[in-house]
Protein backbone atom coordinates (compact mmCIF):
# COMPACT_ATOMS: atom_id res chain seq x y z
CA UNK A 1 0.00 0.00 0.00
CA UNK A 2 1.26 3.27 -0.66
CA UNK A 3 -0.30 5.77 1.84
CA UNK A 4 -0.10 9.33 1.19
CA UNK A 5 -0.15 11.64 4.40
CA UNK A 6 -1.30 15.04 4.91
CA UNK A 7 1.45 16.20 7.83
CA UNK A 8 -1.18 19.39 8.18
CA UNK A 9 0.72 23.02 8.50
CA UNK A 10 2.85 23.01 11.19
CA UNK A 11 3.19 21.08 14.40
CA UNK A 12 4.40 17.32 14.03
CA UNK A 13 1.20 16.37 16.39
CA UNK A 14 -0.64 17.98 13.18
CA UNK A 15 -1.05 14.68 11.73
CA UNK A 16 -4.16 12.45 12.33
CA UNK A 17 -4.74 9.71 14.13
CA UNK A 18 -5.36 7.74 11.21
CA UNK A 19 -2.31 9.57 9.53
CA UNK A 20 0.13 8.34 12.71
CA UNK A 21 -1.21 4.57 13.20
CA UNK A 22 -0.37 4.34 8.43
CA UNK A 23 3.37 5.92 9.08
CA UNK A 24 4.16 3.72 12.28
CA UNK A 25 2.98 0.31 9.83
CA UNK A 26 5.01 1.25 7.14
CA UNK A 27 8.66 0.29 5.68
CA UNK A 28 9.60 2.95 4.24
CA UNK A 29 8.88 6.68 5.08
CA UNK A 30 9.34 9.54 2.42
CA UNK A 31 8.77 13.34 3.40
CA UNK A 32 8.03 15.74 0.07
CA UNK A 33 10.80 18.40 1.04
CA UNK A 34 10.75 20.97 -2.29
CA UNK A 35 7.03 22.58 -2.16
CA UNK A 36 6.88 23.59 1.81
CA UNK A 37 8.13 23.21 5.20
CA UNK A 38 6.78 22.19 8.36
CA UNK A 39 7.10 24.58 10.64
CA UNK A 40 7.74 23.37 13.57
CA UNK A 41 9.13 20.23 13.43
CA UNK A 42 12.66 18.98 11.80
CA UNK A 43 13.48 15.86 10.22
CA UNK A 44 15.34 14.90 13.58
CA UNK A 45 12.10 15.68 15.34
CA UNK A 46 9.59 13.71 13.06
CA UNK A 47 11.89 10.45 13.04
CA UNK A 48 11.75 10.10 17.04
CA UNK A 49 8.06 10.90 16.81
CA UNK A 50 7.15 8.56 14.34
CA UNK A 51 9.90 5.68 15.64
CA UNK A 52 11.08 6.10 11.76
CA UNK A 53 13.72 6.67 9.68
CA UNK A 54 12.73 9.78 7.41
CA UNK A 55 13.80 9.92 3.90
CA UNK A 56 13.79 13.48 2.79
CA UNK A 57 12.45 13.41 -0.78
CA UNK A 58 13.43 16.43 -3.13
CA UNK A 59 11.67 17.30 -6.48
CA UNK A 60 14.25 14.90 -8.29
CA UNK A 61 13.77 12.32 -6.36
CA UNK A 62 9.62 12.51 -7.12
CA UNK A 63 9.31 13.36 -10.32
CA UNK A 64 11.96 11.08 -11.52
CA UNK A 65 12.88 8.43 -8.99
CA UNK A 66 9.23 7.53 -8.15
CA UNK A 67 10.08 3.65 -9.23
CA UNK A 68 12.50 4.32 -5.98
CA UNK A 69 9.79 5.15 -4.25
CA UNK A 70 6.96 2.78 -5.23
CA UNK A 71 9.55 -0.17 -4.88
CA UNK A 72 7.85 -3.44 -3.41
CA UNK A 73 4.67 -1.16 -1.94
CA UNK A 74 2.23 -3.96 -3.60
CA UNK A 75 4.08 -6.08 -1.04
CA UNK A 76 4.77 -3.47 2.22
CA UNK A 77 3.60 -0.24 3.49
CA UNK A 78 5.49 2.95 2.16
CA UNK A 79 4.36 6.24 3.50
CA UNK A 80 4.78 9.37 1.08
CA UNK A 81 4.29 12.62 3.83
CA UNK A 82 3.10 15.83 2.43
CA UNK A 83 3.45 18.70 4.17
CA UNK A 84 -0.24 20.36 3.97
CA UNK A 85 -2.71 18.01 2.08
CA UNK A 86 -1.57 15.29 -0.54
CA UNK A 87 -3.16 17.16 -3.32
CA UNK A 88 -2.07 20.69 -3.16
CA UNK A 89 0.47 20.00 -6.25
CA UNK A 90 0.28 18.38 -9.34
CA UNK A 91 3.50 16.00 -8.99
CA UNK A 92 1.43 13.83 -6.03
CA UNK A 93 -1.10 12.97 -8.78
CA UNK A 94 1.31 11.94 -11.08
CA UNK A 95 2.71 9.53 -8.16
CA UNK A 96 -0.70 7.95 -7.65
CA UNK A 97 -1.20 7.55 -11.69
CA UNK A 98 2.24 5.57 -11.55
CA UNK A 99 0.97 3.30 -8.63
CA UNK A 100 -2.15 2.85 -9.72
CA UNK A 101 -0.71 1.42 -13.03
CA UNK A 102 1.34 -1.21 -11.51
CA UNK A 103 -1.31 -2.09 -9.24
CA UNK A 104 0.13 -0.55 -6.20
CA UNK A 105 -3.38 0.59 -3.63
CA UNK A 106 -3.29 4.07 -2.63
CA UNK A 107 -4.44 5.25 0.44
CA UNK A 108 -5.21 9.10 1.24
CA UNK A 109 -4.93 10.67 4.44
CA UNK A 110 -6.01 13.91 4.11
CA UNK A 111 -5.19 16.92 6.12
CA UNK A 112 -5.63 21.03 6.08
CA UNK A 113 -3.74 22.83 3.87
CA UNK A 114 -3.09 26.58 3.16
CA UNK A 115 -5.94 26.07 0.24
CA UNK A 116 -8.71 25.85 3.15
CA UNK A 117 -6.46 27.00 6.47
CA UNK A 118 -6.85 30.72 4.98
CA UNK A 119 -10.40 30.69 5.81
CA UNK A 120 -9.18 31.46 9.88
CA UNK A 121 -8.50 35.01 8.17
CA UNK A 122 -11.95 35.52 8.37
CA UNK A 123 -12.94 35.69 4.79
CA UNK A 124 -15.43 33.05 3.29
CA UNK A 125 -13.81 30.35 1.60
CA UNK A 126 -17.13 30.41 -1.23
CA UNK A 127 -15.21 33.87 -2.37
CA UNK A 128 -12.31 32.94 -3.71
CA UNK A 129 -11.34 32.88 -7.00
CA UNK A 130 -8.15 30.91 -8.42
CA UNK A 131 -5.09 30.74 -6.59
CA UNK A 132 -2.08 32.49 -7.96
CA UNK A 133 2.07 31.66 -6.94
CA UNK A 134 4.45 34.59 -6.82
CA UNK A 135 7.91 33.72 -7.75
CA UNK A 136 11.27 35.44 -6.89
CA UNK A 137 11.96 37.75 -9.77
CA UNK A 138 15.40 38.18 -11.42
CA UNK A 139 17.11 40.92 -13.31
CA UNK A 140 15.78 38.83 -16.04
CA UNK A 141 12.77 36.77 -14.73
CA UNK A 142 10.00 38.47 -14.18
CA UNK A 143 7.13 36.76 -14.98
CA UNK A 144 3.27 38.47 -14.81
CA UNK A 145 1.14 35.79 -16.22
CA UNK A 146 -0.96 35.90 -12.53
CA UNK A 147 -1.70 39.31 -13.28
CA UNK A 148 -4.48 38.61 -15.31
CA UNK A 149 -5.74 35.80 -12.89
CA UNK A 150 -5.85 38.55 -10.32
CA UNK A 151 -8.08 40.73 -12.59
CA UNK A 152 -10.32 38.20 -13.84
CA UNK A 153 -10.93 37.00 -9.82
CA UNK A 154 -11.01 41.03 -9.08
CA UNK A 155 -14.01 41.66 -11.60
CA UNK A 156 -16.09 39.20 -10.08
CA UNK A 157 -15.88 40.27 -6.60
CA UNK A 158 -13.44 37.43 -5.12
CA UNK A 159 -10.36 37.48 -3.08
CA UNK A 160 -7.25 36.05 -4.64
CA UNK A 161 -4.78 33.64 -2.41
CA UNK A 162 -1.58 34.50 -3.57
CA UNK A 163 1.47 31.77 -2.14
CA UNK A 164 4.38 32.53 -2.16
CA UNK A 165 7.87 31.38 -3.25
CA UNK A 166 10.39 29.11 -1.60
CA UNK A 167 13.07 27.93 -2.66
CA UNK A 168 14.87 25.10 -0.99
CA UNK A 169 17.67 23.19 -2.06
CA UNK A 170 18.65 25.48 -4.92
CA UNK A 171 21.46 25.77 -6.95
CA UNK A 172 23.18 28.91 -8.12
CA UNK A 173 23.41 29.36 -11.93
CA UNK A 174 27.16 28.88 -11.73
CA UNK A 175 27.55 25.62 -9.56
CA UNK A 176 24.41 23.88 -11.98
CA UNK A 177 26.34 25.19 -15.04
CA UNK A 178 30.23 23.89 -13.52
CA UNK A 179 27.63 20.81 -12.01
CA UNK A 180 28.84 21.25 -8.63
CA UNK A 181 26.39 20.00 -6.37
CA UNK A 182 26.20 22.44 -3.85
CA UNK A 183 22.88 24.21 -2.64
CA UNK A 184 22.14 27.99 -1.71
CA UNK A 185 20.93 28.53 1.75
CA UNK A 186 16.57 28.27 1.77
CA UNK A 187 14.73 31.48 0.66
CA UNK A 188 11.26 32.32 1.61
CA UNK A 189 9.52 35.34 0.04
CA UNK A 190 8.15 37.83 2.96
CA UNK A 191 5.27 39.86 2.56
CA UNK A 192 6.68 42.86 2.09
CA UNK A 193 8.62 41.37 -1.09
CA UNK A 194 5.52 40.18 -2.68
CA UNK A 195 3.76 43.69 -2.53
CA UNK A 196 6.67 45.26 -4.36
CA UNK A 197 6.22 42.90 -6.84
CA UNK A 198 2.32 43.25 -6.79
CA UNK A 199 2.62 46.90 -7.27
CA UNK A 200 5.72 47.15 -9.77
CA UNK A 201 3.52 44.76 -12.13
CA UNK A 202 0.68 47.52 -11.81
CA UNK A 203 2.54 49.98 -12.46
CA UNK A 204 3.88 47.92 -15.85
CA UNK A 205 0.16 46.72 -16.83
CA UNK A 206 -1.85 49.45 -15.56
CA UNK A 207 -5.22 47.48 -16.42
CA UNK A 208 -6.23 48.15 -12.54
CA UNK A 209 -6.36 44.43 -11.67
CA UNK A 210 -5.56 46.53 -7.98
CA UNK A 211 -4.12 49.53 -6.33
CA UNK A 212 -1.82 50.45 -3.90
CA UNK A 213 -4.88 51.23 -2.23
CA UNK A 214 -6.34 47.57 -2.30
CA UNK A 215 -6.78 45.50 1.23
CA UNK A 216 -5.20 42.64 1.38
CA UNK A 217 -4.58 40.56 4.64
CA UNK A 218 -1.49 38.89 5.19
CA UNK A 219 -0.97 35.83 6.73
CA UNK A 220 2.21 34.56 8.55
CA UNK A 221 2.91 31.10 9.93
CA UNK A 222 -0.69 29.96 9.52
CA UNK A 223 -1.56 27.28 11.80
CA UNK A 224 2.05 27.31 14.36
CA UNK A 225 1.94 29.26 17.60
CA UNK A 226 3.00 32.52 15.99
CA UNK A 227 0.48 33.05 13.70
CA UNK A 228 -0.53 36.48 12.47
CA UNK A 229 -2.70 37.96 10.59
CA UNK A 230 -2.28 42.02 9.17
CA UNK A 231 -4.60 43.74 7.31
CA UNK A 232 -3.80 46.47 5.49
CA UNK A 233 -3.49 48.23 1.83
CA UNK A 234 -1.14 46.48 -0.68
CA UNK A 235 1.31 49.26 -0.29
CA UNK A 236 1.09 49.38 3.61
CA UNK A 237 1.95 45.80 3.72
CA UNK A 238 4.79 46.67 0.77
CA UNK A 239 6.36 48.01 4.36
CA UNK A 240 5.19 45.39 6.35
CA UNK A 241 7.68 43.32 8.23
CA UNK A 242 5.90 39.68 8.56
CA UNK A 243 9.01 38.15 10.65
CA UNK A 244 9.89 34.42 9.97
CA UNK A 245 8.29 32.24 7.13
CA UNK A 246 6.02 30.75 5.85
CA UNK A 247 3.48 33.72 4.55
CA UNK A 248 0.50 34.13 2.24
CA UNK A 249 -1.59 36.77 1.46
CA UNK A 250 -5.08 37.15 0.14
CA UNK A 251 -5.82 40.42 -2.03
CA UNK A 252 -9.60 40.74 -1.34
CA UNK A 253 -12.31 41.00 -4.02
CA UNK A 254 -15.65 42.82 -3.45
CA UNK A 255 -17.45 40.46 -1.62
CA UNK A 256 -16.32 41.06 2.02
CA UNK A 257 -19.45 41.23 3.83
CA UNK A 258 -19.84 43.52 7.58
CA UNK A 259 -19.18 40.05 9.80
CA UNK A 260 -16.07 39.55 7.85
CA UNK A 261 -15.14 42.80 7.82
CA UNK A 262 -15.25 43.35 11.63
CA UNK A 263 -13.10 40.17 12.12
CA UNK A 264 -10.61 41.61 9.26
CA UNK A 265 -10.70 44.94 11.75
CA UNK A 266 -9.31 43.46 14.80
CA UNK A 267 -6.07 42.76 12.35
CA UNK A 268 -5.69 46.29 10.78
CA UNK A 269 -2.93 49.26 12.58
CA UNK A 270 -5.36 52.19 11.59
CA UNK A 271 -9.19 50.32 11.52
CA UNK A 272 -10.90 53.45 10.43
CA UNK A 273 -8.77 53.37 7.06
CA UNK A 274 -8.63 50.02 6.55
CA UNK A 275 -12.33 49.83 6.45
CA UNK A 276 -12.45 53.23 4.04
CA UNK A 277 -10.09 51.09 1.74
CA UNK A 278 -12.63 48.30 1.71
CA UNK A 279 -15.18 50.43 1.21
CA UNK A 280 -13.50 52.34 -1.59
CA UNK A 281 -12.45 49.37 -3.12
CA UNK A 282 -15.87 47.87 -3.74
CA UNK A 283 -16.85 50.04 -6.29
CA UNK A 284 -13.66 48.80 -8.66
CA UNK A 285 -15.62 46.53 -10.87
CA UNK A 286 -19.24 47.33 -9.13
CA UNK A 287 -21.74 45.75 -11.52
CA UNK A 288 -24.14 48.10 -12.90
CA UNK A 289 -27.01 48.62 -11.23
CA UNK A 290 -30.52 46.62 -11.94
CA UNK A 291 -32.58 47.77 -14.04
CA UNK A 292 -36.03 46.62 -14.42
CA UNK A 293 -36.47 44.48 -17.78
CA UNK A 294 -38.83 47.14 -20.09
CA UNK A 295 -42.09 46.25 -20.72
CA UNK A 296 -43.04 44.52 -23.88
CA UNK A 297 -45.85 46.43 -26.34
CA UNK A 298 -45.46 44.38 -28.91
CA UNK B 1 -9.41 28.53 26.19
CA UNK B 2 -12.08 27.59 23.52
CA UNK B 3 -10.61 25.00 20.73
CA UNK B 4 -11.98 24.74 17.84
CA UNK B 5 -11.34 22.18 16.71
CA UNK B 6 -11.76 20.30 12.84
CA UNK B 7 -12.71 16.66 13.12
CA UNK B 8 -11.71 16.28 9.18
CA UNK B 9 -13.89 13.76 6.54
CA UNK B 10 -15.07 10.89 7.85
CA UNK B 11 -13.23 8.59 10.85
CA UNK B 12 -13.50 9.28 14.03
CA UNK B 13 -9.33 8.91 13.99
CA UNK B 14 -9.19 11.72 11.37
CA UNK B 15 -8.99 14.07 14.19
CA UNK B 16 -5.47 15.31 14.16
CA UNK B 17 -3.13 14.10 17.29
CA UNK B 18 -2.94 18.09 18.81
CA UNK B 19 -6.93 17.59 17.91
CA UNK B 20 -7.28 14.83 20.48
CA UNK B 21 -4.89 16.09 22.96
CA UNK B 22 -7.19 19.56 23.26
CA UNK B 23 -10.81 17.43 23.63
CA UNK B 24 -9.22 15.20 26.28
CA UNK B 25 -8.45 17.90 28.76
CA UNK B 26 -11.53 20.06 28.18
CA UNK B 27 -14.50 20.24 30.73
CA UNK B 28 -17.12 20.59 27.83
CA UNK B 29 -17.28 19.30 24.38
CA UNK B 30 -19.75 20.33 21.73
CA UNK B 31 -20.41 19.06 18.15
CA UNK B 32 -21.36 21.11 15.26
CA UNK B 33 -24.75 19.18 14.24
CA UNK B 34 -26.14 21.18 11.27
CA UNK B 35 -24.29 22.06 8.83
CA UNK B 36 -22.05 18.10 7.88
CA UNK B 37 -22.38 15.03 9.38
CA UNK B 38 -19.22 12.49 10.19
CA UNK B 39 -19.66 9.76 8.25
CA UNK B 40 -17.89 7.18 9.91
CA UNK B 41 -18.68 7.95 13.52
CA UNK B 42 -21.60 7.80 15.39
CA UNK B 43 -22.15 10.69 18.78
CA UNK B 44 -21.48 7.59 21.17
CA UNK B 45 -18.14 6.38 19.47
CA UNK B 46 -16.56 10.08 19.56
CA UNK B 47 -17.78 10.33 23.46
CA UNK B 48 -16.29 6.71 24.08
CA UNK B 49 -13.57 7.95 21.67
CA UNK B 50 -12.64 10.60 23.63
CA UNK B 51 -13.40 9.84 26.70
CA UNK B 52 -15.94 12.59 27.60
CA UNK B 53 -19.24 13.53 26.89
CA UNK B 54 -20.39 15.07 23.37
CA UNK B 55 -22.53 18.04 23.25
CA UNK B 56 -24.75 18.20 20.28
CA UNK B 57 -24.95 21.57 19.05
CA UNK B 58 -27.69 22.64 16.41
CA UNK B 59 -28.05 25.63 14.75
CA UNK B 60 -30.42 27.51 17.53
CA UNK B 61 -27.57 26.72 20.03
CA UNK B 62 -24.71 27.62 18.24
CA UNK B 63 -26.58 31.09 16.63
CA UNK B 64 -28.21 32.12 19.87
CA UNK B 65 -27.28 30.14 22.62
CA UNK B 66 -23.18 30.56 22.08
CA UNK B 67 -23.64 32.24 25.78
CA UNK B 68 -23.74 28.14 26.76
CA UNK B 69 -20.77 27.21 24.81
CA UNK B 70 -19.02 29.92 26.05
CA UNK B 71 -19.58 29.73 30.17
CA UNK B 72 -16.47 29.84 31.94
CA UNK B 73 -14.22 29.59 28.78
CA UNK B 74 -12.02 31.80 30.53
CA UNK B 75 -11.62 29.75 33.43
CA UNK B 76 -11.54 25.81 31.76
CA UNK B 77 -11.50 24.62 28.50
CA UNK B 78 -14.18 23.76 26.26
CA UNK B 79 -13.43 22.06 22.64
CA UNK B 80 -16.14 23.31 19.54
CA UNK B 81 -16.25 20.36 16.73
CA UNK B 82 -16.96 20.66 13.78
CA UNK B 83 -17.04 18.57 10.69
CA UNK B 84 -14.04 18.77 7.91
CA UNK B 85 -12.12 22.42 8.73
CA UNK B 86 -13.70 25.57 11.55
CA UNK B 87 -13.65 27.94 9.02
CA UNK B 88 -15.87 26.86 6.44
CA UNK B 89 -19.36 28.33 7.76
CA UNK B 90 -19.46 32.26 8.76
CA UNK B 91 -21.37 31.19 11.93
CA UNK B 92 -17.77 29.75 13.27
CA UNK B 93 -16.02 33.27 12.79
CA UNK B 94 -19.04 34.94 14.87
CA UNK B 95 -18.63 32.36 17.17
CA UNK B 96 -14.81 33.50 17.89
CA UNK B 97 -15.57 37.19 17.75
CA UNK B 98 -17.46 36.79 20.29
CA UNK B 99 -15.20 34.62 22.35
CA UNK B 100 -12.47 37.46 21.67
CA UNK B 101 -14.75 39.86 22.98
CA UNK B 102 -14.92 38.34 26.37
CA UNK B 103 -11.54 37.50 26.38
CA UNK B 104 -11.68 34.24 26.36
CA UNK B 105 -7.88 33.01 24.28
CA UNK B 106 -9.16 31.06 21.24
CA UNK B 107 -7.30 28.31 19.56
CA UNK B 108 -7.84 26.52 16.34
CA UNK B 109 -6.46 23.11 15.72
CA UNK B 110 -7.07 22.68 11.22
CA UNK B 111 -8.05 19.97 9.50
CA UNK B 112 -9.03 18.60 5.73
CA UNK B 113 -12.49 19.86 4.71
CA UNK B 114 -14.11 19.43 1.70
CA UNK B 115 -12.50 22.24 0.00
CA UNK B 116 -9.09 21.68 -0.32
CA UNK B 117 -9.69 17.52 0.00
CA UNK B 118 -11.81 18.22 -3.62
CA UNK B 119 -8.42 17.99 -5.11
CA UNK B 120 -8.39 14.05 -4.55
CA UNK B 121 -10.27 13.87 -8.30
CA UNK B 122 -7.23 15.33 -9.79
CA UNK B 123 -8.34 18.72 -10.18
CA UNK B 124 -5.68 21.10 -9.45
CA UNK B 125 -7.44 23.36 -6.42
CA UNK B 126 -5.51 26.79 -7.99
CA UNK B 127 -8.14 26.69 -10.57
CA UNK B 128 -11.07 26.40 -8.49
CA UNK B 129 -13.28 29.23 -9.04
CA UNK B 130 -16.19 30.22 -6.17
CA UNK B 131 -17.99 27.61 -4.29
CA UNK B 132 -21.89 27.41 -5.04
CA UNK B 133 -24.52 25.92 -2.89
CA UNK B 134 -27.16 23.39 -4.17
CA UNK B 135 -30.22 23.52 -1.81
CA UNK B 136 -33.42 21.26 -2.50
CA UNK B 137 -35.97 22.66 -4.63
CA UNK B 138 -39.76 23.14 -3.44
CA UNK B 139 -42.60 23.59 -5.17
CA UNK B 140 -42.51 27.56 -5.07
CA UNK B 141 -38.90 27.74 -4.03
CA UNK B 142 -35.87 27.68 -6.70
CA UNK B 143 -33.31 29.52 -6.36
CA UNK B 144 -30.94 30.32 -9.14
CA UNK B 145 -28.63 33.12 -7.97
CA UNK B 146 -25.57 30.45 -8.03
CA UNK B 147 -26.76 29.91 -11.54
CA UNK B 148 -24.80 33.41 -12.27
CA UNK B 149 -21.67 32.43 -9.95
CA UNK B 150 -21.21 29.39 -12.51
CA UNK B 151 -20.92 30.98 -15.33
CA UNK B 152 -18.64 33.46 -13.98
CA UNK B 153 -16.42 31.10 -12.64
CA UNK B 154 -16.93 29.12 -16.62
CA UNK B 155 -16.26 32.38 -18.35
CA UNK B 156 -12.72 32.32 -16.88
CA UNK B 157 -12.19 29.23 -17.24
CA UNK B 158 -12.63 27.63 -13.57
CA UNK B 159 -13.94 24.70 -12.11
CA UNK B 160 -17.56 25.28 -9.89
CA UNK B 161 -17.16 22.94 -6.81
CA UNK B 162 -21.34 22.73 -5.67
CA UNK B 163 -22.08 21.30 -2.42
CA UNK B 164 -25.13 19.60 -1.76
CA UNK B 165 -27.78 20.25 0.49
CA UNK B 166 -28.35 18.64 3.60
CA UNK B 167 -31.57 18.53 6.21
CA UNK B 168 -30.70 17.69 9.42
CA UNK B 169 -33.20 18.05 12.27
CA UNK B 170 -35.60 20.17 10.33
CA UNK B 171 -39.21 20.57 10.89
CA UNK B 172 -42.20 20.38 8.35
CA UNK B 173 -43.63 23.45 7.50
CA UNK B 174 -46.68 21.91 9.60
CA UNK B 175 -45.02 21.08 12.79
CA UNK B 176 -43.36 24.56 12.86
CA UNK B 177 -46.91 26.46 12.16
CA UNK B 178 -48.28 24.39 14.89
CA UNK B 179 -45.15 24.94 17.21
CA UNK B 180 -44.37 21.00 17.68
CA UNK B 181 -40.77 19.95 18.26
CA UNK B 182 -40.87 16.82 15.52
CA UNK B 183 -38.45 16.61 13.06
CA UNK B 184 -38.28 15.23 9.93
CA UNK B 185 -35.68 12.48 9.13
CA UNK B 186 -32.17 13.72 7.45
CA UNK B 187 -32.02 14.24 3.96
CA UNK B 188 -28.92 14.39 1.69
CA UNK B 189 -28.98 15.48 -1.64
CA UNK B 190 -27.95 12.69 -4.06
CA UNK B 191 -25.73 13.89 -7.30
CA UNK B 192 -28.37 12.94 -9.64
CA UNK B 193 -30.97 15.35 -8.06
CA UNK B 194 -28.29 18.06 -8.16
CA UNK B 195 -27.82 17.67 -11.92
CA UNK B 196 -31.75 17.59 -12.51
CA UNK B 197 -31.79 21.13 -10.96
CA UNK B 198 -28.93 22.18 -12.56
CA UNK B 199 -29.98 21.02 -16.43
CA UNK B 200 -33.59 22.79 -14.95
CA UNK B 201 -32.42 25.91 -14.15
CA UNK B 202 -30.01 25.82 -17.47
CA UNK B 203 -33.65 25.51 -19.92
CA UNK B 204 -34.95 28.04 -17.80
CA UNK B 205 -32.05 30.75 -17.82
CA UNK B 206 -30.55 29.73 -21.06
CA UNK B 207 -27.02 31.57 -20.99
CA UNK B 208 -25.30 28.55 -21.79
CA UNK B 209 -23.33 28.87 -18.15
CA UNK B 210 -23.39 24.90 -18.83
CA UNK B 211 -24.79 22.19 -20.75
CA UNK B 212 -26.16 18.99 -20.59
CA UNK B 213 -22.92 17.86 -22.07
CA UNK B 214 -20.47 19.78 -19.57
CA UNK B 215 -18.27 17.52 -17.87
CA UNK B 216 -18.28 17.14 -14.26
CA UNK B 217 -17.52 14.88 -11.44
CA UNK B 218 -19.27 13.72 -8.60
CA UNK B 219 -17.29 13.04 -5.71
CA UNK B 220 -18.97 10.84 -2.92
CA UNK B 221 -18.45 9.98 0.78
CA UNK B 222 -15.06 12.06 0.01
CA UNK B 223 -11.95 10.84 2.57
CA UNK B 224 -14.30 7.78 3.91
CA UNK B 225 -13.36 4.08 2.97
CA UNK B 226 -16.29 3.73 0.40
CA UNK B 227 -15.01 7.15 -0.92
CA UNK B 228 -16.01 7.50 -5.47
CA UNK B 229 -15.39 9.77 -8.07
CA UNK B 230 -17.64 9.55 -11.07
CA UNK B 231 -16.61 11.07 -14.31
CA UNK B 232 -19.69 12.36 -17.09
CA UNK B 233 -21.59 14.86 -18.48
CA UNK B 234 -24.33 16.50 -16.39
CA UNK B 235 -27.22 14.82 -18.32
CA UNK B 236 -24.81 11.47 -17.70
CA UNK B 237 -24.73 12.16 -14.07
CA UNK B 238 -28.30 13.15 -13.51
CA UNK B 239 -29.38 8.92 -13.96
CA UNK B 240 -26.51 8.21 -11.73
CA UNK B 241 -26.92 6.27 -8.63
CA UNK B 242 -24.55 7.98 -6.46
CA UNK B 243 -25.26 5.60 -2.81
CA UNK B 244 -25.35 6.57 0.55
CA UNK B 245 -24.47 10.11 1.60
CA UNK B 246 -22.31 12.38 1.30
CA UNK B 247 -21.73 14.25 -1.94
CA UNK B 248 -20.66 17.00 -3.58
CA UNK B 249 -20.10 17.63 -7.32
CA UNK B 250 -17.36 19.71 -9.39
CA UNK B 251 -18.78 21.43 -12.77
CA UNK B 252 -15.84 21.90 -15.17
CA UNK B 253 -14.14 24.94 -16.94
CA UNK B 254 -11.83 24.85 -19.59
CA UNK B 255 -8.28 24.69 -17.80
CA UNK B 256 -8.14 21.20 -17.31
CA UNK B 257 -4.83 19.84 -18.21
CA UNK B 258 -3.75 16.40 -19.99
CA UNK B 259 -2.43 14.67 -17.09
CA UNK B 260 -5.39 16.08 -15.13
CA UNK B 261 -7.73 14.65 -17.73
CA UNK B 262 -5.75 11.57 -17.75
CA UNK B 263 -6.92 11.07 -13.85
CA UNK B 264 -10.39 11.87 -14.35
CA UNK B 265 -10.60 9.40 -17.23
CA UNK B 266 -10.09 7.10 -14.67
CA UNK B 267 -13.51 7.84 -13.34
CA UNK B 268 -15.48 7.51 -16.66
CA UNK B 269 -17.59 5.08 -17.66
CA UNK B 270 -16.94 5.94 -21.02
CA UNK B 271 -13.75 7.39 -21.64
CA UNK B 272 -13.26 8.33 -25.30
CA UNK B 273 -16.73 9.80 -24.93
CA UNK B 274 -15.46 11.42 -21.72
CA UNK B 275 -12.18 12.72 -23.40
CA UNK B 276 -14.82 14.15 -26.41
CA UNK B 277 -17.02 16.05 -23.77
CA UNK B 278 -13.96 17.73 -22.40
CA UNK B 279 -12.38 18.52 -25.59
CA UNK B 280 -15.63 20.16 -27.19
CA UNK B 281 -16.42 21.61 -23.79
CA UNK B 282 -12.89 23.65 -23.66
CA UNK B 283 -14.36 25.73 -26.56
CA UNK B 284 -17.01 27.44 -24.39
CA UNK B 285 -15.64 30.97 -23.55
CA UNK B 286 -12.74 30.34 -25.10
CA UNK B 287 -10.61 33.62 -25.14
CA UNK B 288 -9.95 34.69 -28.84
CA UNK B 289 -6.53 33.98 -30.25
CA UNK B 290 -3.93 36.09 -29.56
CA UNK B 291 -2.96 39.28 -32.56
CA UNK B 292 0.04 40.43 -32.22
CA UNK B 293 -0.21 44.44 -31.79
CA UNK B 294 -0.26 46.10 -35.39
CA UNK B 295 2.98 48.13 -36.03
CA UNK B 296 2.55 51.70 -35.04
CA UNK B 297 3.59 54.20 -38.27
CA UNK B 298 3.34 57.52 -36.22
Redesign the interface.
Known sequence: MLYLV?L??S?K??????G??AVKQCSRVYLEHYTSILMAASKEELEQYYGKEVILADRELVESGSDDILRDADKEDVAFLVVG????A?TH??L??RA?RQSIPVE?V????V???V??C?L??????????MVFFTDNWRPDSWYDKVL?NRK?G?HTLVLLDIKVKEQSIENMARGRLIYEPPRYMSISQCCEQLLEIEETRRSKAYTPDTPAVAISRL?SSTQTFKSGSIKELAEYDSGEPLHSLVILGRQCHE??L??LL?FADDRDKFRNDVVADQEFFKPAPWVPPQEDDD
Do not use: C, W
Request: proline content about 2%; charged content about 20%; aromatic content about 10%.
Open positions: GGLYSDITVRLEDPFGTTDVLKIHNASMNAGSGQLYNFGQTISEILGLEEYE
